[in-house]
């Protein structure tokens, strides 16, 4: 299995400043339900802001949630062994100049706007690879996920990683993974994730992180 790295950067500009052309004068709260304070999931007002400001809005699994999101990197789709399950990177955006000044008069009138004004920008990593073969075996092989607040902190660990993953031989590695399988597959979920970044040598995972001031 092969893995490449695509050529798709993140947008340093951590805000948006349009204003939303809109013919309501406040937004109601379904515009805000469902709201993801710890990933990147973009609620309805977001993603009108989004559209307003010239970005591109991708599904994420399914069509309910909606995010900015580009691939990091790609394979050439083996039908057995290691493969890519997700390689993304994600953005979230804070609001600046017209677009926070059109969110805070409409706070006045629905007090759940605050939870958009009050967001930090956030950026982030998502690399998963699985493994699956003829024999049933099915694991995850590694899953490393990794958010900032910091356009310079995520910039730097995307350039760290950049050379790290593609410089591993997945197949290699998920069979010595695949004949230790007695010590992770009794772990829980965290603790799987921490034996597998300490297999590869490589900083524990940092994520979830709740993204209000």
Sequence with gaps: M???LTNEQFDSNPYWTERVKSRFETPSIRWLELFDQNGYDLCKLEQ????????EL?????????VIRKDWFTDDKPETGAHINHAVMFERKGYKGDALKQ???WAHGNNHIYKVIQMKPKWGL???IDYVDKDRNVFEVL???????SYEEIQAKKDKMDKFLVSIDWQESALEILNRKDE????GFFEQSEWKTNFFGIEKEQFKMVLWD
């Design 184 to 187: 992770w597959h009794h772990l």
């Design 126 to 128: 998502d690399f998963s």
């Design 2 to 4: 092969r893995v490449t």
């Design 48 to 55: 009108l802001f989004a559209m307003a400001n010239g970005v």
């Design 143 to 149: 899953h490393w996920e990794w958010d900032s607040f």
């Design 58 to 66: 991708l599904d994420h699994r399914d069509d309910r949630h909606v």
């Design 103 to 105: 969110l805070e008069t």
